[in-house]
């Protein structure tokens, strides 16, 4: 028998099936949201840069350059001259308070609407609905009287009780989606082995439901972290102000003391930057797994 020897295939065409066709649609996807994230980082970029520029050098530099030494004497002006310490523990204090339970009683709430069958659900659904296409500023004036006659005013109890009700429909709105596609046959295998629907919502769906559930931390707490002007018509009493209006108020005394105030405004997004970073893994998949599906 005669070897068979292996026809040789042009080295262009070999070349050619090695390298896949350059989609130029990705490359151009590609650099925009290059483009993008450079015009994002770009005012970050300057404020830590005049954060840790003195007068001196913030005079002497362009606004974009590098500063030629690095003073944190800034950060802790701003920190004693804003008052940072007092609102840094209302905002923490309220948010710590706030979020955990407002997802909490938004999961019940979902639970209940997606998983117990009662006369009117679907009508109540939609009624808490209604809240996500209400925007809170319109109900300032009257969410002040009510807060006012309840003699909340100046308290935490009075933000924190209109930020659970505002935070509630839309997150409902992502729970009841994530709830509504976990199969029934785990509920009912439960309740035939004699498990009451506290049970079941504790040991069953809210540990399946933690990509959701990280998700709303991260959009829950950057909202009442950052949450301004529901603050400024309830919290009165400057020992109450949370940082937004701490930051406000030390913009408006120190408006020409640039480097303190650029350090007053990382300090402030600081934390929110740093529980997005903590949770934005589960962020995207958890929005994904709490759409709506009928």
């Not at 994002?40 to 030494?69: C, E, Q, R």
């Not at 296409?133 to 006012?148: K, R």
Request: hydrophobic share 55%.
């Amino acid at each position: 028998m005669t070897a068979m020897t292996p026809t040789a295939t042009p080295r262009g065409e070999d070349a050619g099936r090695r390298r896949p066709p350059r989609d130029w649609v990705l490359v151009g996807l590609w650099i925009s949201l290059v483009l993008l994230a450079v015009l994002w980082l770009a005012p970050f970029v300057f404020m830590v840069f005049t954060a840790l520029k003195s007068d001196a050098d913030i005079n002497a530099t362009a606004a974009y350059a590098p500063p030629t030494g690095l003073d944190w004497g800034n950060f802790t002006d701003a920190w004693v001259r804003g008052n940072f310490s007092t609102t840094l523990k209302n905002s923490v204090l309220i948010t710590v308070v706030k979020v955990p339970l407002g997802i909490l009683v938004s999961a019940m709430s979902a639970y209940a609407l997606a998983q117990i069958r009662f006369r009117g659900n679907r009508l109540l659904f939609l009624l808490i609905l209604l809240g996500t296409m209400i925007p809170f500023q319109v109900l300032l004036a009257p969410l002040f009287t009510m807060v006012n006659r309840l003699g909340l005013i100046d308290t935490y109890a009075g933000i924190i009780l209109p930020y659970i009700a505002f935070g509630v429909p839309y997150q409902v709105f992502v729970l009841y989606g994530f709830f509504r596609q976990l199969p029934k046959e785990m509920s009912e295998a439960a309740r035939i082995d004699g498990a009451s629907h506290v049970v079941i919502f504790f040991r069953l769906f809210l540990p399946l439901s933690l990509p959701a559930l990280s998700a709303l931390v991260i959009l829950d707490f950057v909202s009442t972290w950052n949450e301004f002007a529901m603050a400024l018509v309830l919290l009165q009493d400057s020992s109450k102000w949370t940082l937004p209006l701490g930051l406000m108020a030390f913009q408006g005394q120190f408006s020409a003391a640039y480097g303190p105030l650029n350090a007053a405004i990382i300090m402030t997004i600081l934390p929110a930057t740093i529980v997005y970073l903590i949770f934005q893994r589960f962020f995207v998949g958890g929005l994904t797994l709490g759409a709506v599906k009928e």
